[in-house]
């Protein structure tokens, strides 16, 4: 069983940065590919980002390329998503995922642990 927790959400101003992390427990966080997810009031739950094994492959949805940033450092089993040049329709809970598998991935159903989520807005 594996355990993520996230931390790092906030309110920022549009054209801001907010770095979010999850901690991961598990001595097999290294195997796990891992995903960023997030959900919007009244939407449903949208990929963000994802990768592999050993961060080698990323893959982003197409609304947050140039500006989001996905990585992780498996020796403290944490994966992070660095956001930059903020817009208000970033607002969401973003959600970490991890996936049993290796390989980077953007269905949410690919992947097999969440976290809680953790709020991030941006205001105009």
């Known amino acids: 069983q594996v355990q993520l927790v996230e931390s790092g959400g906030g309110l920022v101003q549009a054209g801001g940065s907010l770095r979010v992390s999850c901690a991961a427990s598990g001595r097999t966080f290294s195997n796990y590919a891992m995903g960023w997810f997030r959900q919007a009031p009244g939407k449903e739950r949208e990929f963000v980002a994802a990768t592999n094994w050993s961060g080698g492959t990323t893959l982003y949805v197409d609304s947050v390329k140039g500006r989001f940033t996905i990585s992780r450092d498996n020796a403290k089993n944490t994966v992070y998503l660095q956001m930059d040049s903020l817009k208000p329709e970033d607002t969401a809970v973003y959600y970490c995922?991890?996936?049993?598998?290796?390989?980077?991935?953007?269905?949410?159903?690919?992947?097999?642990?969440w976290g809680q989520g953790t709020q991030v807005t941006v205001s105009s």
């Open positions: 995922a991890a996936s049993r598998r290796a390989r980077a991935n953007s269905g949410d159903s690919y992947y097999d642990y």
